[in-house]
């Protein structure tokens, strides 16, 4: 079982920049891909990017060019940059883990993108 905790999100103004983390710890040396996920209210979660073991990345075409997905293996961090905010990237983002064909979800963060 692997356990993730995210951080980082908060209150920002539209066009500003927020970091979010997400710290794994478990079984965690199985892990094959770590992802980003949101969901808005009223909306179902979606996929914002992720990144396999081998670190090939993915984004949805919404946060291309804005956001980009890292991790620091020695940390066990995942990160996700998010530049040039808009208010309708606001969401509760959550971290994902794939070990085989079991997922793990952390508790999430809140962004909320506003003036």
């Known amino acids: 079982q692997v356990q993730l905790v995210e951080s980082g999100g908060g209150l ?4 500003g920049s927020l970091r979010l983390s997400c710290v ?3 079984s965690i040396s199985g ?3 770590m992802g980003w996920y ?4 009223g909306k179902q979660r979606e996929l ?3 990144i396999t073991s081998g670190t090939i990345t993915n984004y949805a075409d919404s946060v291309k060019g804005r956001f980009t997905i890292s991790k620091d293996n ?4 995942l990160y996700l940059q998010m530049n040039e905010l808009k208010p309708e990237d606001t969401a ?4 994902k883990s794939v070990v085989g064909l079991r997922a793990s979800w952390g508790q999430g963060t809140q962004v909320t993108v506003s003036s």
């Open 48 to 50: 914002v990017a992720h």
């Open 92 to 95: 509760v983002y959550y971290c």
């Open 38 to 41: 949101r969901q808005a209210p």
């Open 74 to 77: 020695a940390k066990n961090t």
């Open 24 to 26: 794994a710890s478990g």
């Open 12 to 15: 920002v103004q539209p066009g």
């Open 31 to 33: 892990i094959v891909i």
